[in-house]
C-alpha cells in the first residue's frame, strides 16, 4: 500500500511518519503531483496559518490536485480546515471539499484549545473500535461548525465539527498520530478504507 504524506511546507509531518511506522506502513513525503495522483491513500498534514498554508498549495498546483483526488484523503488539523469553504483566518478561501465555515474561538476561551478534549456523535467506519467521549489531542484556536457532513463533535465552549466527511475526504481536527492507542486506531481504519 502506497500512503502519500502531502508535501506543502505546512505539515507535521515527523510524527505521522512515525505513527504509520508502528502500523507498519511507510508513509512517503511528497509534493509531486503525479506520485500523488496514484497512491492508494493520501495524508493532507498542515500546522500554521491558514493562508499561508493556502498560498503555498496555491503555488505548487496542489489547491486544484487535492479536491480531484478519487482515493481516500484524511486531512488532519489544518488540513481538515483547508477543506473546508472559508477560514475566519486570514479570510482564507479553502478547497471547498467541505460546505462548511471554519470560525475563530471567541474571545472569552483561552486560544489555542491546546491538550485532550473528547470526541462524540462518531458516526463513520474512521471510528470503528473507538468508544464514545475517547480522547484525543488538539492543538487549535479556529473550528469547522456543525455541519451535515460532520462525522464526530467536540466541545470547546462551543459544540464543533472534530471529523468531517464527504465521499473519499475524511478530515479531523484532533491529531490521531498524537492520541495514542486511540488514535493509532483510526489510522489503521483509514488504512483499511
Known sequence: MRVIIIDYGAGNIKSIQFAFKCLGVDAVLSNDIDEIRTADKIIFPGVGAASTAMKMLQESGLDKLIPKLKQPVLGICLGMQLMCNTSEEGNTIGLGIFNVAVKRFNNALKVPQMGWNTISNLKSSLFTGVK???????????????????????????????????????????????????GAKILQNFLNL
Open 132 to 182: 464514545e467521549n475517547e480522547f484525543m489531542y488538539l492543538v487549535h484556536s479556529f473550528y469547522a461548525e456543525i455541519c451535515a457532513e460532520g462525522i464526530a463533535t467536540s466541545d470547546y465552549g462551543i459544540e464543533y465539527a472534530a471529523a468531517l466527511q464527504k465521499n473519499n475526504f475524511y478530515g479531523v481536527q484532533f491529531h490521531p498520530e498524537k492520541s495514542g492507542i486511540e
